[in-house]
């Protein structure tokens, strides 16, 4: 009997968790540990934020979800990862002290390093948890007038939540007559075809932005936020009356000083998903060092390949499913603009760009889908 551990209740942990309940006997374990109960469904907190939808209709409960699929679900705040003796120390939830296992999948998402952002906690909103979504909808609600930023910090690599918001925003003012009164700003640190790496997809978006009269500020890596602007590390400022924005990301906190990680604390894998100098350890979704932004069809994808390697493993076959990087995406612009790109990220294929009022009734479809299923 094997005992398989996965870390993170998210896209990745939980596609990890289905997939092996799918492959592997009844004689194997399978256990599912996140600090939540609760699954949320990130794309949809945009929609959250302009009331198109509610809490209960982009979240469900793991516990529920995991018990119909036989998988073990405890909820908890993982500690600490010891790979020698393959082990994992659980703090506070259901579970005190250690789980063992014979295979982990990490599946534990960035962390945000608000720290790395002056002010960030005190100044911005962002659309990072429900909480945050409900709270930046009703500071829409309350603002008439001045300027609205929206945009990412440096290493932030989450672009599609901020064109969407910015779109979201200019057709909403539309519709309260307001446009007229109110800037639209978007801001990013990266000076590179709006960060999705393709000359066609960045000309449909600039047309876009301009036809709503959406400003575009390359080059602004916030470092300093306050009550009324947004100071960069290269010393430029602007004023804000309504501001929200993504965070620095980082690799996530229990695997610090493992060895197994780069830079900014994401973990090494290779084309099978397996961590880097550590035995019967994978690791999948946004904690992962692969380049680009961080996507959740990524994670999805990485989880269904290191699941059917773990499943070879334990049945004594070598790990021959591969992993393909590739970005693929909508950004949602509430009608006939939206964008559709699908790009490869480790080959020099020209990316398919496509645009039109399908893909935002595409992307509706695909979430109530997705949720439908998986909850
Ligand atoms: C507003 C927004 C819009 C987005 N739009 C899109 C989109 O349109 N398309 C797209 O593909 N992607 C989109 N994304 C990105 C996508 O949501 C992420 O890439 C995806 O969630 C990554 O999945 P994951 O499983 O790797 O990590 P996560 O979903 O972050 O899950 C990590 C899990 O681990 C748990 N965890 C972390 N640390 C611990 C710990 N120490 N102990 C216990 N549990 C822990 C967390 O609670 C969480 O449940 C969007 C994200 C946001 C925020």
């Known amino acids: 009997m094997a005992n398989v551990l996965i870390l993170g209740g998210g896209f990745g942990g939980v596609i990890a968790a289905e997939s092996l309940a799918r492959q592997l006997s009844k004689e194997h374990q399978i ?3 996140s600090r939540s109960s609760k699954f949320i469904f990130y794309p949809e907190l945009v929609r959250l934020a302009f009331g198109k939808c509610e809490p209960d209709d982009i979240s469900f409960d793991l516990r529920e979800a995991m018990l119909d699929r036989r998988v073990r679900f405890i909820e908890g705040e993982v500690a600490r990862i010891k790979p020698r003796s393959r082990k994992i120390v659980l703090a506070h939830g259901d579970v005190d002290g250690e789980l063992p296992y014979d295979y982990l999948i990490l599946a534990l998402g960035r962390r945000l390093a608000t720290e790395r952002i002056t002010g960030f906690y005190e100044h911005s909103h962002n659309l990072l948890t429900l909480e945050g979504a409900l709270k930046f909808g009703d500071a829409i609600k309350d603002f008439h007038e001045g300027r609205a930023v929206i945009g990412q910090c440096p ?52 047309a876009s932005l301009d036809k709503h009269q959406i400003e575009y500020l390359p080059d602004f890596p916030i470092n300093t936020v306050t009550r009324e602007a947004l100071i960069t590390s290269n010393g430029h400022a602007i004023n804000h009356s309504l501001l929200m924005l993504l965070p620095p990301f980082r690799g996530p906190g229990p695997v610090i000083g493992l060895g197994i990680t780069d830079n900014e604390g994401y973990i ?19 904690c992962v060092n692969f380049s680009g932004p961080k996507m959740g069809h990524m994670a999805v994808h990485q989880a269904e390949v290191a699941a059917a390697n773990v499943a070879l493993e334990i049945a004594d076959f070598d790990p021959v499913s591969a992993y393909v990087h590739e970005m693929m995406l909508v950004i949602d612009e509430g009608g006939g603009d939206t964008i559709y790109l699908h790009k490869g990220l480790w080959d020099d294929e020209p990316a398919i760009v496509r645009q039109g009022r399908f893909w935002s009734w595409a992307k509706r479809i695909h979430d109530k889908y997705w949720l439908t299923k998986h909850s």
Do not use: K, N
């Open 31 to 33: 256990t599912l540990v």
């Open 155 to 206: 290493d932030a690599r989450l672009p599609v939540p901020v064109y969407e918001t910015a779109f979201a925003l200019a057709r909403l003012l539309e519709e309260r007559g307001e446009r007229e009164r109110i800037r639209i700003t978007i801001v990013s640190p990266d000076s590179d075809d709006l960060q999705f790496g393709d000359g066609d997809a960045a000309r449909a978006l600039h």
């Open 268 to 286: 090494g894998v290779d084309w099978a998903m397996r961590v880097q100098g550590a035995e019967g350890m994978y690791a999948v979704g946004d």
